[in-house]
């Protein structure tokens, strides 16, 4: 080669060997992360995708209507409408009464099927049904003697029918319902009687029975779930940014404060099993507190979101310019006033961010509250606050674990439905960290 051709000057426009191997190591780069992106994107549609698939049906349920004759004789036999003494007629009374009102009802209007039994007809209706219409009559004792309206819960194998999940050809293996059945439920709802409406009892009612499905609800589980995070709140909240005022703000850099951060670095890594274990020793075999009650689950889920405010504390309050702090001091401030004043309004929205976030963590656990008992099965709503505090309750986690271990398959829709519930939970609380962090955002 010539040193003519060696001193020739290059042209800027003219990309070398060098430039287009870095730009093409630049555009893989860019190809992995959006590929990446795609994938995250994929699975999270797929996940949602399940869970909606299987879950939205909890959301629906079928009803049977029916004119119910409310025979005096045997819901108030005394004719006194003593409260008390209607309330000693059990639900078989009122079970038979429903029976009753929905065979003549079938057989008036000639949707009955050859060969198809009273007992089949009346096996329609759920068990809980009987238990919903005596709680209605109580409520409400002048519908006594009078003909009702009543929107009735229809068996779990029926409902089934209608979502998919039951199928003629299963219904021959099953001994629960019969194919007649699913006919004749079938031409009950082509004729108006059996409709599926928004199921408000599966946010609103508490748990049921392994064989009645069609009624189990949420409601327990979610005030419980609510009683926790009040709990969690009003301890964390306050503790976690006092601590961490004092650990960025106050304490000496030594060897213990050293451990201490560490300690609290390593405790936020500690599997959440271990903080049930932890509850368990300390509040309930030690403190004396009773097992399955918000206080011990709000008191574990304390100790286990307290490192993720400290944390998420300390490095909102190390992200406010140094400069702040020392205009504060040098117009005569002290150095608390330079911290309430200053350093902490500027550091909120990290604060409620990082608080919030924790909280939500704090709503899905579930091993810590297998530990503390809370996985019993609680039918009856705890009380309101403080005394509610004390009273047995479960929480939406664990629903969704005592959903999955029932053998009955309505119950994994049931399962889906709380788990849709959970991520609407935990929706709403990611949204409200974003807009408090918007509201407090300060420029400096």
């Known amino acids: 080669m010539t040193a003519e051709a ?41 996940l949602l995708s399940s869970v909606l698939g299987s879950g939205l049906g909890a959301f629906r349920q079928t009803r049977m209507v029916m004119q ?23 639900t078989i009374a009122y079970g038979k009464m429903l029976e009753q009102a929905l065979i003549a009802e079938v057989r008036a209007k000639g949707l009955a099927t050859e060969g198809i039994s009273d007992k089949e ?41 209608f979502k998919g999940r039951v199928t003629m050809e299963s219904a021959e293996l099953d001994s629960n319902v019969s194919p007649a059945q699913l006919k004749l439920a079938q031409a009950m709802r082509d004729q108006g009687l059996i409709s599926l409406p928004f199921n408000w009892d599966f946010i609103t009612a508490p748990d049921a029975s392994e064989v009645r499905p069609e009624a189990a609800g949420l ?6 779930s609510l009683y926790m995070m009040l709990i969690v709140l009003v301890l964390s909240l306050p503790l976690g940014v006092a601590a961490s005022i004092y650990l960025e703000e106050f304490a000496p850099k030594n060897w213990f404060t050293d451990l201490i951060e560490v300690n609290i670095a390593n405790l936020a890594a500690v599997p959440s099993i271990v903080f049930g274990i932890l509850g368990l020793a300390a509040f309930i075999n030690f403190g004396g507190l009773p097992q ?14 307290l490192p993720t405010i400290i944390i998420a504390t300390r490095a909102a309050l190390k992200a406010v310019p140094p400069s702040i702090k020392d205009a504060a001091l040098g117009v005569g401030a002290s150095k608390t006033q330079t911290i309430f004043h200053h350093v902490l309004p500027l550091a909120m929205p990290g604060i409620l961010t990082g608080t919030i976030i924790g909280l939500a963590q704090a709503l899905g656990e579930t091993a810590p509250l297998l530990l503390i ?5 609680v039918r009856d709503y705890p009380d309101a606050p403080p005394e ?26 049931r399962a889906s439905g709380a788990i849709i519930v959970l991520l609407i939970f935990l929706a709403v609380m990611n949204i409200l960290a974003v807009i408090l962090r918007r509201k407090f955002e300060r420029r400096w």
């Open 6 to 46: 060696t001193n020739v000057p290059k042209s800027l426009y003219a990309a070398d060997p060098r430039t287009r191997r870095r730009n093409a190591a630049e555009a893989r780069f860019r190809t992995y992360g959006m590929a990446a992106v795609a994938f995250g994107v994929l699975a999270l549609v797929v």
């Open 68 to 90: 119910v004759p409310v025979d005096a004789a045997v819901v108030d036999p005394s004719g006194a409408r003593d409260p008390a003494a209607m309330g000693k007629v059990t």
């Open 121 to 161: 007809i009346a096996g329609l209706i759920s068990k809980e049904a009987p238990a919903q219409l005596r709680k209605r009559v109580l409520a409400d004792p002048s519908v006594i003697g009078t003909t009702i309206s009543f929107n009735a819960l229809a068996g779990g194998r029926i409902d089934g029918y």
């Open 219 to 224: 409601g327990v589980a979610i005030l419980g």
């Open 292 to 305: 399955s009650s918000p206080i011990v689950g709000g008191l574990v889920l304390t100790l286990m979101t």
């Open 373 to 377: 008992g809370m996985v019993a099965f």
């Open 388 to 413: 509610g505090f004390m009273d047995p309750a479960s929480a939406l986690p664990v629903q969704v674990y005592n959903f999955t271990q029932r053998a009955d398959p309505a119950y994994m829709e």
